[in-house]
């Protein structure tokens, strides 16, 4: 009998931190204030910069691959993170765009060019695929379409053509000085265009989300 109690006890040992193990496991990343989790939603403001440079102001690429038309813009945005790993795209701003590249028979490079965030506002939320590699999924709100850009240039020197590259999104998520780097990078998901078909649409680049009031923004 008293055998029988060890084993018991040391059976609940193992289960108490294997339970523990898994909880930390499963845990999400959050939203943090110095240092504090956040329990409320906290507006924050995003410029995009150059990937691995962050406080550097910078473009975004978007590429239609199959259209072969590329464009720059300088990008700025508001949201809302927190409370937990909940965050919001609530308005976006694209300027400054200019033609990078293109085949016969796309964007002129002589002729103005726009992008537009669509469906906005953007769902997000962080997580973690990899342990220590923070992630932010981007989604559109419920009832809406999925996020995206629309891309207006001009054609054979009159003709106006849109070209909408949409789906569901990542970022890598980088606690940097000034705030939280998300980059476009490698294992971000290409998006399906109107022009080029699925998953033609590619983004590249990098914004720092910071806290307008101040104090220092993390994730983890």
């Excluded at 964007?107 to 992008?115: F, Q």
């Excluded at 999104?169 to 290409?190: I, L």
């Amino acid at each position: 009998m008293q055998r029988l109690k060890v084993l018991g006890l040391a059976f609940v040992a193992v289960f108490a931190v294997s339970a523990v193990a898994v909880a930390s496991a499963s845990a999400a990343p959050v939203w943090k204030l110095n240092g504090a989790e956040l329990t409320t939603a906290t507006t924050i403001l995003s410029e995009s910069g150059v990937v691995g440079k962050p406080t550097e102001k910078g473009k975004l690429t978007l590429t239609d691959i199959e259209a072969g038309t590329s464009i720059e813009c300088a990008g700025k945005a508001e949201g809302k993170v927190g409370p937990g790993n909940k965050d919001e795209v609530t308005s976006m701003e694209a300027t400054g765009c200019n033609f990078v590249t293109g085949k016969n028979g796309s964007c002129e490079a002589s002729k103005p060019v726009t992008a537009k965030a669509v469906a906005l506002p953007w769902v997000t939320e962080l997580y973690e695929p990899e342990t220590g590699r923070v992630r932010d999924h981007i989604r559109a709100h419920s009832g809406g379409g999925a996020p995206g850009w629309t891309v207006e240039c001009t054609v054979s020197g009159i003709f106006k053509v849109q070209d909408t590259c949409t789906g569901e999104s990542n970022t890598a998520m980088n606690n940097v000085t000034g705030g939280v780097e998300a980059v476009f990078d490698a294992k971000t998901p290409k998006g399906n265009c109107t022009i080029g078909g699925a998953g033609a649409g590619e983004v590249k680049g990098a914004s720092l989300n910071k806290n307008p009031a101040g104090g220092t923004l993390t994730v983890g």
